[in-house]
């Protein structure tokens, strides 16, 4: 009988891996071929997508390589994404062979698990673990805006193991967390706009997203995620950071208190000793470091993708902020 060399049998081994991937195929939700883990993945919803909404799948060779690298083989997003206003946004899967959260950060949907309806609003977060068929649909009058991200991993079920203490159900009523906000943010923009497929930055996300499931077990479940106090800080944070690549105004930030935007302004720095502007002003520019830091974009690249359509005005904010132009933070000999 004529046997294959080794080195071609691996190539057709790695061939297998990648169709497993693309085809999603039942019987390859974890399985060992030659020395490799490879998952089937569930699919994301064919909801249409708008204008600022975002949806990224890894390729399949980014797949392969993050299981096999040893800092990712234990957990890694492989489909993330945005969904503002998702008006029509309904999904059923009767198999579900990967582990999905979705960050509710405004508006109303209905998730179906386990037989039954379960009602989703602000600050929830929506955790569907693997082999849980599952339904959802967004609400009509007031469709939810949310953050996702399916993973997988072999230690994906350790990682979330703790999370039943918060859940009764798939729904998990945490609250806005500005923390939490902020990182599904940068998590989506590292894996959707990593346009050169750098897997150091894939590595980067499989990594920030086990940060984000610890920070998990710290979080106190909230007895009603729809019940906020007259002025909740943390949910003015977090609506910062949803905003941070464009722009806000207290009229909108006061309104998600129900206050008018003169006592929430005095309310404010009663707390925080500064205005609630000048600080969206502070997160923003904290944001155009940290995206000169890691990033390749120019500084007028850096400034639209805050929102700021004029560079030299955003320079100008920027050295008032952290002391120095752009150019010259970019290039500080930092450490």
């Not at 081994?13 to 399985?31: E, G, K, P, T």
């Not at 894996?191 to 930055?201: E, Y």
């Not at 923003?284 to 639209?304: H, V």
């Amino acid at each position: 009988m004529y046997l294959e060399p080794l080195s071609h049998l691996y190539v057709l081994a790695r061939q297998y891996i990648n169709i497993l991937y693309v085809l999603n195929a039942d019987n390859a939700r974890s399985c060992l071929i030659f020395g490799f883990y490879c998952y089937s993945m569930s699919k994301p919803s064919n909801w249409p997508i708008t204008e600022k909404a975002i949806r990224f799948i890894m390729p399949a060779a980014t797949v392969a390589a993050l299981v096999k690298h040893p800092l990712s083989s234990d957990l890694f997003p492989h489909a993330v994404g945005y969904y503002p206003s998702a008006h029509g946004h309904v999904m059923n899967r009767a198999v579900h062979d990967d582990w999905l959260f979705l960050y509710c950060v405004q508006g109303k949907a209905t998730v179906a698990a386990d037989g039954r309806e379960y009602s989703v609003s602000k600050g929830d977060l929506v955790f569907l673990p693997n082999g849980l068929p599952h339904s959802y649909r967004a609400s009509e009058k007031e469709p939810w805006t949310i953050y996702w991200v399916h993973f997988t991993g072999k230690k994906a079920a350790n990682y979330v193991a703790h999370l039943s203490r918060l859940a009764h159900g798939p729904v998990l009523p945490i609250g806005l967390r500005q923390k939490l906000v902020a990182d599904f943010i940068e998590l989506v923009d590292i894996a959707a706009k990593n346009t050169d497929n750098n897997l150091h930055k894939f590595i980067y996300a499989a990594n920030l997203l086990k940060q984000m499931i610890c920070y998990l077990s710290l979080i106190k479940p909230r007895a009603d995620s729809t019940s906020d106090t007259p002025f909740n800080l943390e949910q003015v944070h977090a609506l910062m950071q949803q905003e941070i690549e464009g722009s806000i105004n207290l009229d909108t930030l006061a309104a998600g208190c129900g206050m008018s935007k003169f006592y929430f302004a005095k309310r404010y720095k009663q707390v925080t000793g500064t205005s609630p502007i000048a600080h969206f002003i502070n997160i923003k520019m904290a944001r155009a470091c940290r995206l000169i830091d890691i990033g390749d974009k120019s500084i007028t690249e850096t400034a639209y993708a805050l929102g700021y359509l004029d560079t030299y005005y955003f320079s100008r904010i920027f050295k008032k902020v952290i002391g120095i132009s752009p150019r010259q933070y970019r290039n500080l000999n930092k450490g």
